[in-house]
């Protein structure tokens, strides 16, 4: 898969750089630690700007974003309602994501697009929650912009060997899969605490 996906930024260039982080934002599993630093590299040899690639992913992002927000906010909670109690999700849990994203909505989406995994899945609960659009949107494009330029960056500075970017953001890749399995472990076990408190 890695090599069709650097064939087609080849081809492609800028086109193809806003595809594939409008689909990886849009919970596609596309490796942005892959197209960003291989990117970079066509920037180092001078097939493309490097602040091109920066602002066209970030936009990128964002409409990736927006595409699984809104999956989030018409699909999500219709399928929440209806078939989650056979995975132990009940409507209390969309009011207390809806109460989550009301407090701490533009920090849990800045964070989360500063990191692997986390940042290709937080638009969905964004949009199930019902999060302010606007405050999406800027969070959203606040949280992606560094990420897209320090990886982009990597590519350019390493040049050809820009491949070893990848390799120093494999922790992070781990810490964000972690992080994602706690939060999905925390907000499953949770179900009961509306129980113990009626």
């Not at 922790?171 to 399995?181: D, E, N, R």
């Amino acid at each position: 898969m890695t090599g069709q996906l650097l064939q087609f930024i080849s081809s492609h260039g800028l086109a193809a750089v806003f595809i594939l982080m409008t689909l990886e934002s849009a919970c596609i599993p596309i490796p942005s630690e892959v197209v960003m630093p291989f990117a970079g590299f066509m920037a180092w040899r001078g097939d493309l700007g490097l602040v091109a690639i920066v602002v066209i992913a970030t936009i990128a992002n964002v409409v990736g974003g927006l595409i699984a927000y809104a999956v989030g906010a018409w699909g999500g909670r219709a399928v929440i309602l209806r078939w989650g109690r056979y995975v132990l999700l009940r409507p209390d849990h969309l009011a207390r994501a809806e109460r989550w994203f009301q407090r701490y909505g533009e920090w849990t989406v800045f964070v989360c697009r500063l990191l692997p995994a986390l940042r290709t899945f937080i638009s969905l609960p964004a949009g199930i929650a019902r999060m302010s659009i606007g405050r999406f949107i800027f969070y959203s494009a606040l949280g992606s912009l560094p990420w897209n330029f320090l990886l982009a960056y990597g590519g350019f500075k390493l040049g050809q060997h820009w491949e070893q970017v990848a390799h120093y953001v494999k922790p992070l890749t781990y810490f964000g899969a972690l992080v994602l399995l706690g939060a999905v472990v925390w907000f499953w076990l949770g179900r009961r605490r509306p129980r113990a408190d009626a």
